[in-house]
């Protein structure tokens, strides 16, 4: 069976009414995200980050998969699927997607403020402060901010190579190290992009753009990929 990884970004989940955050005006929901998705926002005013980071999963509760994810799904018939996003929201899995790494964590989740491997399902849309994990610290929400580690990026670098189809869907590529992983694909892999300001890559391989909107797009290259 042949072996497709899907590479996702905010995009995807935008036609299901969640705002990506590198648009026009570089906000995400008209917060800096220095202001709110950093260490150094955490430390500064962690009520703040924390209430942003409620609304957001209140959005993503509100929110249903699109097209595009529900196409996504199908493409298990035929093909041995992995799904590597970037996004924090659960519409992959509530789609039906098998088989999806999360790199930047599951805003579904909380985890420690001391040991992030800690990790709890929030009952509801919020972490209050002062709800705490069991070694007495703040619970946060388990997203990745920027300057923190990765840990998925192992795991999802190893996994690239093995791909004969990668197909990349709403993402700007802005954000490292996600950003990277092209870098593994190899030579012979068919590479498929999906956006409507698709971000452009340096690959040798077969390279086909669909410019456009991921529910619109992504259940045409689903059906392409179930026929061929
Ligand atoms: P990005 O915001 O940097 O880029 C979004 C990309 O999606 C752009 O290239 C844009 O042209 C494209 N796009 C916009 N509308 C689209 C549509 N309808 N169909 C297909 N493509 C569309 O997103 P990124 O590269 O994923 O980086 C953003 C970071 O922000 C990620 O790390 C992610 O964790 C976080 N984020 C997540 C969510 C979410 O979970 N839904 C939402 C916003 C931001």
Same mark, same amino acid.
């Given at each position: 069976?042949?072996k497709?990884?899907?590479l996702?970004?905010?995009?995807?989940?935008?036609?299901?009414g969640?705002k990506?955050?590198?648009?026009?005006d570089?906000?995400?929901?008209?917060?800096?995200i220095?202001?709110?998705?950093?260490?150094?926002?955490w430390?500064?005013?962690?009520?703040l980050?924390?209430?942003?980071?409620?609304?957001r999963?209140?959005s993503?509760?509100?929110a249903?998969?699109?097209?595009?994810?529900?196409?996504?799904?199908k493409?298990?018939?035929?093909y041995?699927?992995?799904?590597?996003?970037q996004?924090?929201?659960d519409l992959?899995?509530?789609?039906?997607?098998?088989?999806?790494?999360?790199?930047?964590?599951?805003?579904?989740?909380?985890?420690?403020?001391?040991?992030?491997a800690?990790?709890?399902?929030?009952?509801?849309y919020e972490?209050?402060?002062?709800?705490l994990?069991?070694?007495?610290?703040?619970?946060r $929400?388990?997203?990745v901010?920027?300057?923190?580690p990765?840990?998925?990026?192992?795991?999802?670098?190893?996994?690239? $190579?093995?791909?004969?189809?990668?197909?990349?869907?709403?993402?700007?590529?802005?954000?490292?190290?996600?950003n990277?992983?092209?870098?593994?694909?190899?030579?012979g892999?068919?590479?498929?992009?999906?956006?409507?300001?698709?971000?452009?890559?340096?690959?040798k391989?077969?390279l086909?753009?669909?410019?456009?909107?991921?529910?619109?797009?992504?259940?045409?290259?689903?059906?392409?990929?179930?026929?061929?």
């Open positions: 069976m042949k497709i990884i899907v996702t970004g905010a995009g995807i989940s935008a036609e299901s969640l990506t955050f590198r648009g026009h570089g906000l995400w929901e008209g917060y800096n220095y202001d709110v998705a950093t260490p150094e926002a430390q500064r005013d962690p009520e980050v924390q209430r942003f980071y409620n609304e999963r209140k993503v509760m509100e249903q998969p699109n097209a595009a994810h529900l196409a996504l799904k493409l298990e018939e035929k041995e699927v992995l799904i590597i996003t996004n924090i929201d992959h899995e509530r789609a039906g997607s098998s088989n999806v790494m999360h790199l930047h964590g599951q805003i579904k989740y909380a985890c420690s403020s001391k040991n992030p800690l990790l709890y399902p929030i009952e509801g972490i209050k402060m002062g709800d994990c069991e070694l007495g610290s703040q619970l $929400p388990h997203v901010w920027f300057g923190e990765v840990p998925m990026m192992t795991k999802a670098i190893h996994e690239m $190579p093995f791909a004969d189809v990668v197909i990349l869907i709403g993402s700007s590529l802005a954000v490292y190290p996600a990277t992983l092209f870098d593994y694909v190899s030579s892999a068919k590479v498929y992009i999906v956006d409507p300001e698709a971000p452009t890559i340096s690959l391989n077969e086909v753009v669909l410019k456009g909107k991921a529910a619109e797009k992504v259940p045409e290259l689903v059906e392409m990929l179930l026929n061929s």
